[in-house]
């Protein structure tokens, strides 16, 4: 087990590499389908490391909730700042309607 307890807040149970890997499978056949779009691809992927917990974690590993809301705030910046999700939210802002850009 990686040690990522770098706060003395609360501890989740990483669901690690493995489901990780599952994720990004399962939406390369979601893009291979044309179900997806590659911002949307991008998008769950990021979502995915968020959610797993840190690279190199493994299933059922402490890792703080810290370590998740630094990396939560990291990506949603990062999203936030690129011109495909501003796109989206202006385009939702304006028509209602969701942008598969």
Do not use: W
Not at 8 to 32: E, F, H, T, V
Not at 63 to 92: C, W
């Amino acid at each position: 087990n990686i040690d990522l307890q770098n706060s003395d807040g609360p501890y989740i149970k990483a669901m690690g590499d493995d489901l990780r890997a599952l994720i990004s499978m399962q939406l390369i056949n979601l893009r291979a389908g044309h179900y997806i779009s590659d911002y949307d691809m991008h998008i769950a992927n990021i979502l995915s490391r968020v959610v797993c917990g840190p690279e190199g974690s493994k299933f059922g590993d402490n890792i703080s909730e810290g370590v998740y809301l630094a990396a939560e705030r990291e990506n949603f910046l990062k999203l936030a700042a690129d011109p495909l999700t501003q796109a989206r939210i202006e385009h939702m802002m304006l028509t209602g309607k969701a942008l598969r850009n």
